[in-house]
């Protein structure tokens, strides 16, 4: 068997998210459909994380394993050929058999996007997520500071992010080594996180309650206050998905 490494890059606009379902279009499932036909036998992607419906990646990573001798241009060639559009695969290579994309990852980075202007254009609206008002940079970046290093992040978990009756491994603690809201253009910024892993609507839960603290409705000594509780019901609301990017997987 070889074991095929891709990294792809997708809209997320138009899919059900990444993870296989059986009445609804999404990434994986597009992906499996093409390699089953292209290797001539079933095949099953295995991908560094599930991202919700309408979320984007720059880079996701995935892998597969087959015992086809297709040559691996020709395979990445083939797949860009039968995919939509919105589906590209960048790179494909092979790799050792112990490497799985999902348990080997040692960090990733997510981007997500926002603009403030009066109105927004039209190019913008499937990528950035319309806030029009004036926002508190500095608040934000305040609260932004304050997630960097080792924490419990409970407070901004999804419900279902993880099996909670496993009382062994880290549960909800996670070390984040870049928390910063980056300028972009005139009105736009766009948050940059970088973390040993992520939960379920993590980056969008703290995006919520960050937000809440540009607005006004929150203080930074609050978000604080939030990010201890480790409670979901004390942070804000989810960001809309569309905003959210996954930038880049890394390895060691």
Not at 14 to 19: I, Y
Not at 78 to 91: D, V
Not at 176 to 192: C, D, V
């Amino acid at each position: 068997m070889r074991n095929i490494k891709i990294t792809i890059a997708f809209d997320g606009t138009d899919f059900s998210g990444w993870q296989r379902q059986s009445n609804a279009v999404t990434i994986q499932g597009e992906i499996e459909k093409a390699l089953s036909r292209i290797c001539d036998a079933p095949t099953t992607l295995h991908g560094a994380g599930r991202t919700d419906a309408g979320v984007h990646a720059l880079a996701m990573v995935a892998n597969f394993e087959t015992k086809s001798t297709i040559d691996l241009p020709q395979l990445q060639k083939a797949l860009n050929s039968i995919l939509s559009f919105a589906i590209r695969i960048n790179e494909i290579v092979e790799v050792p058999a112990e490497f799985h994309s999902r348990f080997s990852p040692s960090s990733k980075t997510y981007l997500y996007n926002i603009d403030t202007s009066a109105i927004q254009s039209p190019i913008n609206r499937l990528y950035h997520v319309h806030i029009p008002q004036k926002l508190s940079i500095s608040s934000m970046e305040k609260c932004l500071s304050k997630i960097v290093g080792t924490h419990d992040f409970a407070s901004f978990e999804a419900s279902g992010s993880r099996d909670k009756s496993i009382t062994t491994g880290r549960g909800s603690v996670r070390t984040i080594h870049i928390a910063k809201l980056n300028k972009t253009g005139k009105g736009s910024y766009q948050f940059e996180f970088s973390g040993d892993g992520f939960l379920r609507h993590m980056v969008r839960n703290i995006v919520g309650t960050v937000l809440d603290v540009g607005k006004g409705r929150t203080t930074a000594e609050e978000f604080e206050e939030i990010l201890s509780a480790k409670d979901r019901s004390a942070a804000g609301m989810t960001a809309p998905a569309h905003g959210l990017f996954l930038k880049q997987v890394y390895y060691e």
